[in-house]
């Protein structure tokens, strides 16, 4: 009787239940960096027990339906960004058919459209920084909220902006690469991590800086 054989399982499809170390320290880091943002929602919380009136003047002057567009914008990209994701799962770096046709897109078209959506919303919270502080006369040097929303804000908007320069080298890499493997995918994924906790960390500053009273 001869016995079974077996057929080893290719060295790339077992790498895939291998926890990915690129990932796993993107996930620590992303952990050091909610408590950088811990400590921000700690600073407002702090001077806005203290300053209770400054905090009822001042937020009078945020335009909520424009940040609110903005929101959406941003949220809008991380969804795209999943997408591309999921492309690069399928080791689909580029489009497979006209650019209308969003099915058959591949990881970089749906990161490009990631990157534009990115850059929409940092260049509308540039006009809204300039916009309080000519017509608001709300810098961050005018009082104690000036400083804590532009630090806060601002501080987010420097990580879109690192996020917006990880899809461009994720981008570029995939144009460069003769062959579109697991090294590649797993990048796209990992930036995708970022971005994910980019867009959920303004959620949740929107909420707190424009609705919460």
């Known amino acids: 009787m001869t016995s079974a054989t077996h057929t080893p399982a290719p060295a790339a499809q077992a790498t895939l239940n291998r926890p990915n170390m690129v990932s796993v320290g993107t996930m620590v880091w992303l952990a050091s960096e909610l408590m950088f943002f811990a400590g921000l929602f700690a600073m407002y919380f702090s001077l806005r027990a203290a300053l ?89 040097s005018t009082n104690g909220y000036g400083s804590v929303f532009y630090i806060t804000t601002g501080f987010h908007g420097l990580h879109v902006v690192g996020g917006l320069i990880a899809f461009l080298l994720i981008i570029g890499r995939a144009n460069l690469a003769k062959r579109f493997g697991q090294f590649e995918a797993t990048a796209a994924i990992v930036v995708s991590y970022y971005w994910h906790f980019v867009d959920v960390v303004w959620i949740a500053l929107f909420a707190i800086i424009y609705f919460l009273k």
């Open 52 to 140: 209770p009136h400054e905090w009822a003047t001042e937020s009078a002057k945020l335009n909520v339906l424009f940040a609110s567009i903005n929101t959406a914008i941003l949220v809008s990209s991380s969804f795209t960004a999943q997408f591309g994701v999921w492309r690069a799962e399928e080791m689909k770096p580029r489009r497979s058919g006209p650019i209308y046709a969003l099915r058959q897109w591949g990881m970089i078209e749906w990161f490009y459209l990631t990157f534009v959506l990115g850059a929409i919303f940092v260049g509308v919270q540039a006009y809204e920084f300039a916009t309080l502080v000519s017509h608001e006369d709300l810098a961050i």
